[in-house]
């Protein structure tokens, strides 16, 4: 059983940062694509960054990119999002993601694992 468990959000003023990370378990971590999905308020789920197994390419929506980067630390289990000069459209719950798959599809079709979520709310 796989368990993803995400921590770091909260309440912040536009153009503030947070960073959240998400702790994995029940797996061989370094052998996932990790990554992050958000659901806004009245909004659909969208993707917002990955990380390959092999933690050397990364992807990211336009709206984050230069704002937001994905990283792990493979010996403990986790993975970071690190956002920078938030805004008030970032606002949502943020879900940690894994897949099997070499590549995470933007469309979340191929994501075996979600974690709950973390809230991030950006005022402005």
């Known amino acids: 059983q796989v368990q993803l468990v995400e921590s770091g959000g909260g309440s912040v003023q536009a153009g503030g940062s947070l960073r959240l990370s998400c702790t994995a378990s029940?797996?061989?971590?370094?052998?996932?694509?990790m990554g992050w999905f958000r659901r806004g308020p009245g909004k659909e789920r969208e993707f917002v960054a990955t990380i390959t197994w092999s933690r050397m390419d990364t992807d990211y929506i336009e709206a984050v990119k230069g704002r937001f980067t994905i990283s792990t630390d493979n010996a403990e289990n986790t993975l970071y999002l690190q956002m920078k000069s938030l805004k008030p459209e970032d606002s949502g719950v943020y879900y940690c993601?894994?897949?099997?798959?070499?590549?995470?599809?933007?469309?979340?079709?191929?994501?075996?694992?979600w974690g709950k979520g973390t809230l991030v709310t950006v005022s402005s």
């Open positions: 029940g797996h061989s971590f370094s052998t996932y694509s």
């Open positions: 993601v894994a897949s099997r798959s070499g590549v995470m599809a933007r469309d979340g079709k191929n994501v075996d694992y």
